[in-house]
């Protein structure tokens, strides 16, 4: 009851602003999100006279912590209240990296405002989400022309309007790249194997259990497990199992926080599924991905007549290298092949604005806000 009115007492600050002063909102569903738009709100506080106001439904994020003259954070939890609040919201600009709105729980608001969609992961827009789940958007932040050529494919298949499409970037990569630069490569004996996969039925955990994760040390490698946060929520007896297992094995480690990035950077290979962070170890580290086959992660079956392949579909092989699930008992072996295979390889990619998001992202928040009259 105490979090209700605590809640409720910060949608009644945010609404006693001046209009001036909540023009512009960024929400973040949590600690996880904080990192896809930290450097855009750095670059406008500090490149722009522009107020922001900062929600997020979680008590660790970093982004609830900021002090700045011309920003102000709101904690309001998941739940009726968030959602009440944000269909009768009036803002002029709201940025977040939530798709499927006006589709579940979250609408729209009721007054005219305008909504930016950025990106939290380099996957495909037409496979990997949801039918719809742009739709809502008024802008949408692209983070590499897979992106904008996704977006135009799906509104031309489904007839919908025209969104406003942008070329941003992907601050989480930008972040990667700049971390790697003040470390020196890891010279690990054994190597470091990663093991990041995604989440849902038909991800590694979900479908091969402790599998991988036994190979892997079997052969004597170092190994550590980094799930996606909705696999520790949904697969969590799963995680447990392989945790409790090799909690003694001094080769084992775990990591749950996927906003850190020591693992990312300690590593020398990742064994991955769908998941979009081998794209971002891949293009920000230039470190090799070993994929297993597990079915493709397809929330829109209706994909392949949108006449796109999806970018992490055609992106494997010029990455790493590709295990049939039947293959799994010498995942080892393939991890010793593709280490050799790409030593010293660099990975080309085509992002937008790369090292460079958070300064684009500010300037094109900067410019939709001056074209909105107050």
């Known amino acids: 009851m105490f979090k209700f009115f605590e809640h409720l007492k910060n949608v009644i600050a945010f609404n006693q602003l001046d209009k001036s002063k909540r023009r512009l909102v960024f929400y973040s569903e949590g600690k996880n999100y904080w990192v896809h738009l930290r450097a855009t709100i750095k670059a406008l506080l500090q490149n722009y006279d522009t107020p922001i106001c900062y929600i997020s439904s979680d008590d660790d994020d970093p982004g609830l912590a900021i002090r700045h003259e011309n920003y102000q954070s709101f904690k309001i939890d998941e739940g009726w209240v968030r959602n009440w609040f944000f269909e009768n919201i009036d803002t002029d600009v709201m940025v977040m990296t939530m798709p499927d709105i006006n589709q579940y729980q979250v609408k729209r608001s ?16 037409h496979m990997t989400y949801r039918p719809g789940a742009h739709d809502h958007y008024d802008s949408i932040f692209c983070s590499a022309p897979h992106h904008k050529a996704e977006i135009i494919a799906l509104e031309k298949h489904y007839g919908l309007p025209k969104k406003a499409l942008y070329e941003h970037g992907y601050e989480w990569l930008d972040s990667i790249i700049a971390e790697a630069k003040k470390r020196n490569k890891p010279k690990n004996s054994p190597k470091h194997v990663l093991l990041a996969p995604s989440w849902g039925p038909n991800s590694i955990i979900d479908l091969l259990g402790s599998k991988v994760a036994d190979a892997v040390l079997n052969k004597g490698f170092k190994l550590t497990l980094r799930p996606h946060p909705q696999t520790i929520i949904f697969a969590k007896e799963k995680i447990d199992a392989i945790v ?75 990455i790493g290298v590709v295990v049939a699930i039947d293959d799994i008992d010498n995942i080892a072996n393939h991890v010793e092949d593709t280490l050799k295979k790409y030593k010293d390889t660099i990975f080309e990619n085509n992002i937008y604005s790369l090292n460079n998001a958070g300064v684009k992202g500010a300037q094109l928040i900067n410019d939709i806000l001056n074209q909105i009259k107050i």
């Open 110 to 125: 009721k007054n005219k405002v305008h909504y930016v969609y950025t990106q939290h992961s380099l996957v495909s827009l």
């Open 244 to 318: 409790i297992k090799h909690k003694d094995n001094p080769l084992f480690n775990y990591e749950a926080n996927v906003a850190g990035q020591e693992s990312l950077h300690n590593s020398d290979i990742m064994i991955c599924d769908w998941s979009g962070a081998a794209l971002d170890y891949a293009f920000g580290l230039n470190k090799p991905v070993v994929f297993i086959d597990v079915p493709r992660k397809i929330n829109n079956p209706d994909y392949k007549v949108i006449g796109v392949e999806p970018f992490e579909v055609s992106i494997r092989k010029k």
